[in-house]
């Protein structure tokens, strides 16, 4: 299938090609893979059907859509990809980060992938070019995994004394590597230090909160991965509840209460 066949995804709108509108009596199934969760994507879910709306079509009257979450658990993401592949579906949404890209790469290469990335989709492996994607897949970057040093940059402008900044990553997310290259660089120019921990799961994510408390450090940083949109209340609260501030990559405040 050629790239103008493909459904184009701009700012959360979706348009469907003409060639889903003629298909013969069976109502087309849209595969949505996701390595968040859809509490914390409501957000994402409500474009996507505005999206669908625009185009003229309405989820259970003339499409059908099976939904794949992989919680931030990026390990489920190929065995999700594989099912939805086996279930026929005309077309996969792979979103939450260019781990769930991948996995629906890996898992066909004749059904279209729409997929929707945070960082730098070449060196991803998600596709060859971002002028040429060729294969079957194509899709949007934001780049917001690339601006760590900026983040940490503009903290150290809000907070010039703070000498110590705590900063989680996600080791199971492949852009942790760059990210954190990034802070290291950009610390160094200002002579900042950095508390860097780990959080790829839960028990990893207590443990780093704990040090982070016990280490005193004056700010915080989290760095961007899907894993950490699934855990955002728990990390919001801790902050706040320790006084410590923080920031973070865009992480809508909505459901997350404050106490303290």
């Known amino acids: 299938m050629r790239r103008r ?31 968040r969760s859809p509490d914390e994507s409501k957000h994402v879910l409500a474009a996507f059907h505005q999206g669908l709306s625009e185009a003229g079509f309405t989820e259970g009257t003339n499409i059908a859509v099976e939904y794949r979450w992989a919680f931030g658990e990026y390990e489920k993401l190929p065995a999700l990809a594989a099912d939805l592949v086996r279930r026929d579906v005309v077309v ?13 790469e890996q898992a066909t290469s004749t059904i279209p992938i729409v997929f929707g990335a945070a960082s730098d989709v070449v060196k991803a492996g998600l596709v060859k070019s971002v002028n040429k994607p060729e294969g079957n897949a194509t899709g949007f970057t934001l780049l917001t995994n690339d601006m760590e040093s900026k983040r940490l940059g ?17 080791p199971n997310f492949s852009p942790a590597v760059d990210q954190l290259a990034a802070l290291e660089k950009a610390a160094s120019t200002i002579a900042l230090r950095l508390d860097v921990l780990k959080a790829g799961n839960d028990e990893d994510l207590n443990t780093g909160l704990q040090l982070l408390r016990s280490h ?14 699934t855990r955002r209340g728990r990390i919001i609260e801790f902050a706040a509840e320790n006084k410590i501030p923080a920031i973070y990559r865009a992480m809508p405040l909505r459901n997350v209460r404050f106490r303290g």
Request: net charge negative; charged share 10%.
């Open 216 to 229: 005193g450090v004056s700010a915080l940083l989290l760095t961007g991965a899907p894993y950490f949109d």
């Open 154 to 170: 503009l903290l150290h402008d809000l907070l010039p004394k703070a000498d110590l900044v705590g900063v989680l990553y996600d």
């Open 5 to 35: 066949d493909f459904i184009t995804l701009v700012g959360g709108a979706t348009v469907w090609p003409l060639a889903l509108r003629a298909q013969q009596q069976a109502i087309p199934v849209i595969g949505f893979l996701s390595s």
């Open 92 to 104: 996969i949404a792979a979103l939450g980060g260019d781990v769930s890209g991948r996995a629906a």
